[in-house]
Structure formats: structure tokens, C-alpha cells
């Protein structure tokens, strides 16, 4: 059991360490404004929100908690939703 906490663990650190770096090399962020819609930024922060909605299920799914959920649809979507917008707010704010 203590290889699997190793593991998560070890992978929250290494997406914490790639959140970083994007940060950093990200001083001049390539949108295109198309119609008031940034083009690729919020391509980019489904796909993150999609991918940190997986992650946080197999979380779930590991630890056993899905049981405690409410109905899983709508945790799920708000889940997507949040990460969306928290990718948004943390790269795209300017």
C-alpha cells in the first residue's frame, strides 16, 4: 500500500512541476482573439479540465469514496467545470 501512496504522491508532484514550468515559460500567452473567443486557451483548458476530471475519478475510485458521491453525473460535470475554469484563472487571467 505504501508504493500506491508513493505513487500518487509522486505524481501530483510531477503535475505540479509541469503547471510551474507552463507558468513560467509562459510570459506571452499565443491567443488569438476570433470573435471576442480566445482561440486555443480555452481548447487548452477543457482538455485540462477533461484530464484533472480522470484524474480526481481514478482518485475516487482508488480510495474507495465513491460511495459517498451524490449522483455522479452532476459531480462530475461540476468537476470538468471547475478545473476548466481554474485552468482558466491560473494561465488565461490576463
Do not use: E
Request: hydrophobic letters at 55%.
Amino acid at each position: 500500500m505504501k508504493t500506491g501512496i508513493f505513487t500518487i504522491a509522486g505524481g501530483f508532484v510531477l503535475l505540479i512541476l509541469l503547471f510551474g514550468a507552463s507558468r513560467l515559460l509562459s510570459h506571452h500567452s499565443l491567443t488569438v482573439d476570433v470573435f471576442g473567443s480566445y482561440f486555443p486557451a480555452w481548447m487548452v483548458c477543457i482538455l485540462s479540465g477533461l484530464a484533472l476530471t480522470l484524474i480526481a475519478h481514478w482518485i475516487l475510485q482508488v480510495r474507495n469514496l465513491k460511495a459517498y458521491l451524490g449522483p455522479a453525473p452532476l459531480i462530475y460535470s461540476c468537476l470538468m467545470i471547475i478545473f476548466t475554469f481554474a485552468t482558466w484563472l491560473l494561465f488565461y487571467q490576463n
